[in-house]
């Protein structure tokens, strides 16, 4: 339960100016409690624990990940762009060599939100993972990152964002999606046809414990990091799966969130859900905080932790070791499978329905890829919101090979608006932004 001693950046952001409402489960004080117990324990008082104030991300940063119906800042507030500023500070530091890891506990949390944005899902706006990546490729250079999602909820926004990048692993292991929010996450969505096993999806059963959390670590998750070698990997840190969260029903403990994160490793960890406010969050999030910094962590348990309350059936460990083989099974056959979808296609479409159910309001959307063996392809989207917002979008990806990019700027001149209220140009390696 220890390590070699790392020097450990946090980045702080509660958003006191920003709530759905006073009593939400997503509210300030779920940094608030988290805050009170480190400064209890003494962690900013240890040499190599470093605290830093979030910086600000920008429009820009946004528009890079994003397209925002109508645009950036009628989906945002200034906590949002704080939100995100934070996960790019937290990053900053870790790239510039002057922490070893850091973990941006801020909110608003943001791994419901996808490419397009209409409006808020499952109290996310904007994707601050997903934003400070872009943030690190362009600043830095192109990097292999791989994203694990250990929120209770599938990442269906992170997911969404990078579904057609080789280059981005994206992994979440969540409550089975027929149990909870958002529905979705199950093994069979393993990415795009350019990026075929790069989305990888582990829904567990209610009432998995540390054991079978743990199992899914060591059996799955690990040995595909080895094998995809990421140059980053990032903890989408949602901390929901506790056993006393209100709006979940998993059975994972301060001491397994503790033990998972020694073992992962991560670079850099940015908060996302948890909602048991006094029960569960100061013990997860100081038991990750000493994880990252390498210090002893056997201490840290729950005033009421009783783990034969909270232990696993040997059915639901079956289960799991089931589901572990099979979406092992996906990964070592995705070049093969990958054949076989794209073969004799020039493109592929996808048509989808999404309900923003924060916002109430319901989108339609058609998405285009190339398909392409230089780079995740060529993509359009048309999209039709309840709201009457009708747009047109056109993303050439990152390390875009020149034939993906010449269609796409091909595709942006000849589309009109006369069918549109905007037509949106994306381009994420020449960082260009356009709209008409």
């Known amino acids: 339960m220890t390590g070699s001693r790392k020097k450990t950046g946090l980045v702080f952001f509660p958003a006191f100016d920003w709530a759905i409402s006073a009593t939400h489960p997503e509210r300030e004080e779920r940094l608030l409690y988290t805050q009170d117990q480190v400064f209890e324990e003494g962690l ?38 704080i939100s995100a500023g934070g996960a790019i500070t937290a ?70 964002i990078f579904w057609h990048d080789p280059d981005t692993l994206f992994i979440s292991v969540h409550q089975d999606g027929r149990t909870l929010y958002p529905g979705s996450g199950f093994s069979d969505e393993f990415g795009g046809p350019n990026a075929l ?72 960890a940015v908060l996302e859900g948890g909602y048991s406010i006094e029960s569960a969050l100061p013990y997860v999030n100081v038991g990750i905080i000493l994880a990252m910094a390498g210090i ?4 840290v348990t729950e005033p009421d932790y009783n783990p034969e309350a909270t232990r696993q059936t040997a059915q639901t460990s079956r289960y799991i070791e089931q589901q572990v083989a099979a979406i092992s099974d996906l990964w070592k056959t995705r070049a093969t499978r ?24 319901s989108e339609q959307q058609e998405e285009t890829v190339r398909i392409c063996n230089e780079c995740g392809g060529l993509i359009t989207i048309r999209s039709e ?39 949106y140009f994306q381009d994420r390696d020449r960082d260009l932004f356009l709209v008409k």
């Open 44 to 81: 900013l008082d240890l040499d190599n624990i470093v605290e830093f104030k979030p910086g600000l991300a920008t429009i820009e940063d946004i528009n890079r990940i994003h397209i925002c119906v109508p645009d950036a800042n009628r989906v945002i507030t200034q906590s949002h762009l």
């Open 91 to 160: 990053a900053e530091k870790v790239m510039e060599k002057e922490v070893d890891n850091a973990f941006a506990l801020v909110r608003p949390p943001g791994h419901h939100a996808m490419r397009i944005v209409h409006g808020a899902r499952g109290f996310c706006n904007i994707n601050i993972e997903a934003i400070m990546i872009e943030y690190i490729r362009r600043r830095y250079g192109h990097r292999k990152i791989a994203i694990v999602d250990t929120d209770c909820h599938h990442g269906d926004g992170t997911q969404d």
């Open 197 to 268: 096993g790069a989305t990888i999806n582990i829904p567990l059963p209610p009432h998995t414990s540390d054991e079978g959390f743990l199992f899914v670590l060591d059996n799955l998750i690990l040995p595909i990091l080895d094998e995809f070698k990421p140059d980053l990997v990032i903890n989408s840190a949602g901390q929901d799966n506790h056993y006393s969260d209100p709006i979940t029903n998993m059975s994972f403990s301060a001491q397994g969130y503790a033990t998972l994160n020694d073992r992962l490793s991560p670079d850099i």
């Open 296 to 299: 002893d962590y056997s201490h």
């Open 338 to 361: 990958r054949d076989a979808l794209v073969k004799g296609k020039e493109y592929l479409r996808r048509s989808r329905s999404i309900f923003y159910d924060t916002d109430m309001i």
């Open 385 to 423: 919101a309840s709201t009457g917002n009708r747009i047109f979008a056109v993303i050439v990806p990152g390390r875009g090979c020149p034939v993906c990019r010449h269609k796409g700027e091909e595709i942006f001149e000849e589309t009109g608006t006369g069918s549109y209220h905007h037509v």
